[in-house]
């Protein structure tokens, strides 16, 4: 299974911008490819693709480094218990050994396993 946290070190001297720059989403509340929905979780992989919870549309969405808009790559099928939808979905990892989606569908009870390339 994929580490959630790893360590990193940091000199305590260590300074970032004063100023972020939006990676996804950032043009209102919504259901279109540049909008999001109440967030939840994120995973950043080893590419610096984002995936994102989208809990208030029922999907995951990921948006490749650069992208201006993103991709659902799980759910956004409504929000219900089928096993290609979601309900409240939470958290996400990304098993790089079995390239899955593991996704915490809070409203479900249940842990899905989603195929990375698409279906359920």
Not at 35 to 54: A, F, P
Not at 76 to 99: C, E, F, H, P
Request: glycine residues 14%; aromatic residues 4%.
């Amino acid at each position: 299974m994929p580490t959630r946290n790893a360590n990193i070190d940091l000199s305590p001297t260590a300074r970032w911008s004063p100023n972020g720059i939006t990676v996804a989403g950032g043009h209102g509340k919504g259901c279109a490819l540049n909008q999001l929905s109440t967030l939840e979780g994120l995973y950043v992989d080893e590419d610096q693709t984002v995936y994102v919870t989208d809990n208030g549309n029922n999907r995951i969405v990921s948006w490749s480094s650069g992208a201006i808009v993103g991709q659902v790559i799980a759910g956004g099928n409504g929000r219900g218990d089928r096993l290609d939808q979601l309900n409240k979905a939470t958290d996400i990892i990304v098993d790089r050994i079995s390239d899955n989606l593991l996704i915490c569908d809070r409203g479900n009870n249940r842990l899905v396993r989603w195929p990375r390339g698409g279906g359920t």
